[in-house]
Nanobody, 120 residues
Framework: QVQLVESGGGLVQVGGSLRLSCAAS????????MGWFRQAPGKDREFVAR????????YYADSVKGRFTISRDNAKNTVYLQKNSLNPEDTAVYYC?????????????WGQGTQVTVYS
């Protein structure tokens, strides 16, 4: 089992940047594929980005492609989400997720979430 703790959320102005971190503890981090999801007020949770456990292959939702970058540091048991060119539509609670498969498809573990608010 793995425990996930997100950090790095907060208030940011339109056009600004923010980096989220997700620290994992428990079973070996490198055995998990990782991902980020988000949930805006009144909306369903949606996929944002994922990174495979072995080769570090990445995949993004169209809405964040070119602006967000997911990465992982297996030595630090941490996955990151660098967010640039933020806009109000990026306001949401961001969740880290993990799955014991090469590629994230149906998350088994979730963090508690971190709030990101983009203001103009």
């Amino acid at each position: 089992q793995v425990q996930l703790v997100e950090s790095g959320g907060g208030l940011v102005q339109v056009g600004g940047s923010l980096r989220l971190s997700c620290a994992a503890s428990g079973r070996a981090f490198s055995t998990y594929s990782m991902g980020w999801f988000r949930q805006a007020p009144g909306k369903d949770r949606e996929f944002v980005a994922r990174i495979s456990r072995c080769r570090g292959d990445t995949y993004y939702a169209d809405s964040v492609k070119g602006r967000f970058t997911i990465s992982r540091d297996n030595a630090k048991n941490t996955v990151y989400l660098q967010k640039n060119s933020l806009n109000p539509e990026d306001t949401a609670v961001y969740y880290c997720a993990a799955q014991t498969t090469p590629v994230l498809s149906d998350a088994e573990y979730w963090g508690q979430g971190t709030q990101v608010t983009v203001y103009s």
